[in-house]
């Protein structure tokens, strides 16, 4: 099976930690800036690396870009760029494209040119943080929409001993419980009658205020 490839555009704080972690994990990476000294400066990192201004269109079928199976637009400041780079990305026919969003209005905008995924670093680091603050039990935290999240939660003590069936999760949260991490070992998905262990992290998805309440047991 052939390894996905990934573009990243725009080589700020967050394009630069995204391109070196998907090239830490082993795929081929290409990074995109218009500034030759950070270029120059991302050189050794990633796989290839080129100074381009992809809000040309003739620049990115340069780079063949329509053969990457990712392309994140990771332009910060400059919103015009990222959004004409977007558009760019779309009418070439590039498969998936991810683009970061400063504000909600700019995620709308984003999302009707065709952006197959807004993501907005800044709001979801301060949530994961704000949520890590307020409890110990939450080891990760991602909103999924206004409503919906999925959130990595120690297995509250209260729990532990029953069964999933028997903590009725579902039910008293209105959330579900999608895996468990015990150890080194992921339980996919979990029975009904899996018994939650101490240590074990809860992997669930559901609404917001029904993960709020999970994380405030003790």
Do not use: C, W
């Not at 080129?50 to 637009?73: H, K, M, S, W, Y």
């Not at 301060?126 to 999924?144: F, M, P």
């Amino acid at each position: 099976m052939k390894k996905k490839q990934f573009a990243i555009i725009g080589l700020g704080r967050f394009g630069t930690s995204m391109a070196s972690a998907l090239h830490k994990m082993g795929y081929d990476v290409l990074a995109i800036d218009k500034s030759e000294q950070r270029v120059q400066e991302f050189s050794d990192e990633v796989t290839h690396v080129v100074q381009a201004d992809t809000t040309d269109e003739d620049a990115l079928t340069a780079l063949g870009i329509r053969n990457f199976d990712v392309v994140v637009v990771s332009i910060g400041e400059d919103i015009q760029a990222n959004v004409l780079t977007t558009l760019q990305l779309k009418e070439l026919g590039v498969p998936y494209i991810v683009a970061k969003a400063r504000n909600p209005l700019h995620g709308k905008m984003l999302q009707k040119i065709g952006a197959d995924r807004v993501v907005y670093p800044e709001r979801d680091m301060a949530q994961r943080v704000a949520h890590n603050l307020i409890s110990t039990n939450v080891l990760d935290y991602i909103e999924l929409s206004p409503k919906f999240s999925i959130a990595e939660i120690n297995a509250p003590r209260i729990l532990v001993g029953q069964s999933l069936a028997e903590a009725d999760i579902r039910v008293r949260y209105g959330i579900n419980v999608v895996s468990i991490k015990r150890g080194d070992e992921l339980i996919v998905p979990p029975l009904p009658s899996e018994k939650i262990r101490e240590k074990d992290i809860l992997v669930v998805v559901g609404s917001n205020e029904g993960v709020q309440r999970l994380e405030e047991l003790e």
